[in-house]
Nanobody
Framework: QVQLVESGGGLVQAGGSLRLSCAAS????????MGWFRQAPGKEREFVAA????????YYTDSVKGRFTISRDNAKNTVYLQMNSLKPEDTAVYYC????????????????????WGQGTQVTVSS
């Protein structure tokens, strides 16, 4: 069982930055692909960014490319999402997700590829 705890959300003005963190309670964090998703009120949870086990590969949804950066520190069992140039449309609850131990060093963009989820952290961007 993997527990994920997100932090770093908050209220920021448009154009500002936030860094989200997700701490994982597992001895085998380096075996898990990680991802960030978000859910705005009244909308489906959507993919934001993903990173492979070794950090060799990353992938982003088009709307955040060039503004968000996903990274991980396997020694600290933590994955990060650096969010710059924030827009009001980025307002959502952001969720961290971990896959089951992955055989391959791939990224995953589908919710069903992730087995473990955090409780979410609210990000609000004011205009």
């Amino acid at each position: 069982q993997v527990q994920l705890v997100e932090s770093g959300g908050g209220l920021v003005q448009a154009g500002g930055s936030l860094r989200l963190s997700c701490a994982a309670s597992t001895r085998t964090f380096e075996d898990n692909a990680m991802g960030w998703f978000r859910q705005a009120p009244g909308k489906e949870r959507e993919f934001v960014a993903a990173i492979s086990r070794s950090s060799r590969s990353t992938y982003y949804t088009d709307s955040v490319k060039g503004r968000f950066t996903i990274s991980r520190d396997n020694a600290k069992n933590t994955v990060y999402l650096q969010m710059n140039s924030l827009k009001p449309e980025d307002t959502a609850v952001y969720y961290c997700a971990a896959s089951s131990p992955a055989l391959y060093d791939n990224v995953y963009t589908y919710k069903m590829s992730y087995k473990y989820w955090g409780q979410g952290t609210q990000v609000t961007v004011s205009s």
